[in-house]
T-cell receptor, first 109, second 112 residues
């Protein structure tokens, strides 16, 4: 099975940077995904890492270290619309996605 | 131009009833999924179909029965609804090579 941990909540100021950490213990690993979910809406894909290192996509970056079972999502130049829940998800060898409980990020003016 | 659609968006029903939720995707994907998101926002896989064949079947009560008439559709039928079934149910789809999953808007089920 998969065990995925991420902080429950984070608060940051508009324009700042926030880093959301995710640690995982898995019986198999075939990639790590980050999704964003606004309240009352569907999760939407943000990033995918399968090899170690940093993937950058505009204001969002995601990092993976497979040996440490660790990933982070970095949100730069925070905007009010970034207030949402961020879900870390690990894909196992069975291609099944297991999600963490999500980190609720609140951006304050 | 909706990619993954679900109906209904809201479903309020009494305990013991039987209900269905429908899902359709127009992305040409081979694989579709049903997830349950409970009140604590924890998103958990229930079922997955690849080209109409069941490939993932988590520990879900057999009151829940998925049906895939073709690879663009995956429906979820729930018999004898219970209070604990109240949740948001999300349909999703992806390519069979396991790319990113695209989620539908969700169906909020409330069992009274």
């Amino acid at each position: 099975g998969q065990n995925i941990d991420q902080p429950t909540e984070m608060t940051a100021t508009e324009g700042a940077i926030v880093q959301i950490n995710c640690t995982y213990q898995t019986s198999g690993f075939n990639g790590l995904f980050w999704y964003q979910q606004h309240a009352g809406e569907a999760p939407t894909f943000l990033s995918y890492n399968v090899l170690d290192g940093l993937e950058e996509k505009g204001r969002f970056s995601s990092f993976l270290s497979r040996s440490k079972g660790y990933s982070y999502l970095l949100l730069k130049e925070l905007q009010m619309k970034d207030s949402a829940s961020y879900l870390c998800a690990v894909r196992g060898n069975d291609y099944k996605l297991s999600f963490g409980a999500g980190t609720t990020v609140t951006v304050r003016a | 131009d909706t990619a993954v659609s679900q109906t209904p968006k809201y479903l309020v029903t009494q305990m013991g009833n039987d209900k269905s939720i429908k899902c359709e995707q127009n992305l040409g994907h081979d694989t579709m999924y049903w997830y349950k998101q409970d009140s604590k926002k924890f998103l958990k896989i229930m079922f997955s179909y690849n080209n109409k064949e069941l490939i993932i079947n988590e520990t879900v009560p057999n009151r829940f029965s998925p049906k895939s008439p073709d690879k663009a559709h995956l429906n979820l039928h729930i018999n004898s609804l219970e209070l604990g079934d109240s949740a948001v149910y999300f349909c999703a789809s992806s390519t069979s090579s396991g790319g990113e999953q695209f989620f539908g808007p969700g169906t909020r089920l409330t069992v009274l």
